[in-house]
């Protein structure tokens, strides 16, 4: 053990390159060793944790020193009906935010009460976009006729670099001499980032060699990946589902304390008319809360919840009692790859009776999908809910949040 430290300390050993002389285990111990000796700081709980590191440190993460613990809850049971996801479902939320699992559960037990949540999924694709240099913007215009008039050539590119993905649209954008090619995939059960990166480079080599192009960037921020974009909204990105359940005046009156006008009044005032007052791509109550605490407990890439944020939620009144939905255009999700194998995170999704490939293909994101748009429908309930009976910050300070 000294002997490593002593040479990660001299330089003649770097960190990155402890698993090359140790196993997982060992390299994870000897860099947080290192790491406390040189900043004091104690971090024997970032080294008790239960998951297996040889997979982690192969696929997940570098320069590991351990992991941290994250608190999961369940909300549930949440009757869903999907074309996917038919069943009753425990949903698995990480998080250190309290109330939210309480939140949460307040709207399973509402939506389950009034016969399931229905949901459909409107359209299914992963997006990359490699943006291309042209000489100028007759050339631009010409890269575009090409890529237009040889779109099953490209197909073939793409698909020669995956048994799985699938390349059914492409769409050019031009900006001066910018030419953006937003290529959409079906990924299957993957969430498929990757696989839609390596089928653009393959895609991008075409390009140039057919047209004179010069690519740029496999990415080119058209995707649009990991940020708030107005173009994921209006089209879409990863999984677009919607959620609805129909609400009893009774319903209303008993779980959320309110009626249906108040409840729309609310929703219509904060969600929608506050949402655009401050030019917010999200229209919705905290849409972000269950996206979160889903994609952490399950494997997902977090950074994607900037794009499960911007959901639409909407509250219609109508003769006994409200219809209440969610449009969630960008969920980006999948239930093999990433951080899906890793011990905990498989467990959550096997709680959801989703984890690995589905049968056909596809099905089992899709099915996540549906329950992670139903859990959506849950908190929006919930909050409105509190909010239309002014009970948010009693609930708050309840339950230690004041």
Request: glycine share 10%; net charge negative.
């Amino acid at each position: 053990m000294d002997d490593y430290l002593e040479r990660i300390r001299s330089g003649s050993l770097k960190l990155y390159a402890l698993e090359k002389e140790l196993g997982a285990d060992e390299a994870v111990r000897v860099r947080r060793e290192y790491i406390e000796s040189e900043s004091g700081a104690d971090l024997a709980a970032l080294g008790s944790f239960t998951i297996p590191i040889d997979q982690a440190v192969r696929k997940n993460i570098e320069n590991m020193i351990g992991a941290v613990q994250v608190p999961v809850g369940v909300a549930g049971p949440l009757a869903v009906h999907g074309e996917y996801a038919k069943s009753s479902y425990y949903l698995p939320l990480a998080t250190t935010e309290g109330a939210l699992v309480a939140s949460v559960n307040r709207g399973c037990s509402l939506i389950t009460r009034a016969g399931g949540a229905d949901v459909r999924i409107m359209r299914d694709g992963m997006t990359r976009a490699p943006v291309f240099a042209a000489r100028d913007i007759i050339h631009a215009r010409e890269i575009v006729t090409w890529v237009e008039e040889h779109v099953s050539e490209i197909r073939e590119a793409a698909e020669s670099t995956t048994s799985h993905g699938k390349l059914f649209d492409i769409v050019p954008y031009v900006a001066g001499t910018s030419v953006f090619l937003r290529m959409e995939f079906d990924t299957k059960d993957a969430m498929g980032m990757n696989m839609v990166t390596i089928a653009s480079a393959k895609v991008g080599e075409l390009v140039e060699r057919e047209t004179g192009a010069r690519l740029v960037a496999l990415s080119g921020n058209m995707c649009t990946d990991k940020k708030p974009a107005a173009i994921n909204v209006v089209k879409g990105r990863g999984k677009t589902v919607v959620a609805g359940v129909k609400l009893s005046d009774d319903l209303i009156a008993t779980l959320l304390k309110t009626d249906a006008e108040t409840l729309a009044a609310v929703n219509y005032r904060k969600n929608l008319v506050g949402s655009a007052r401050a030019a917010s791509l999200g229209f919705n109550a905290q849409a972000a809360n269950v996206v979160a605490a889903v994609f952490i407990a399950c494997g997902q890439d977090a950074a994607h919840v900037v794009e499960g944020s911007t959901c639409i939620t909407t509250v219609e009144k109508m003769d006994g009692g409200a219809y209440v939905a969610v449009t969630l255009p960008s969920l980006p999700v999948g239930t093999v790859g990433g951080g899906t194998g890793l011990a905990t995170q498989r467990e959550c999704l096997e709680l959801l009776g989703v984890h690995g490939g589905g049968t056909p293909a596809g099905a089992n994101a899709r099915t996540f999908a549906e329950i992670v748009a139903a859990g959506v429908l849950a908190g929006e309930l919930s909050l409105l809910g509190a909010l239309a009976a002014q009970h948010l910050a009693r609930a708050h300070q309840e339950l230690g949040r004041g």
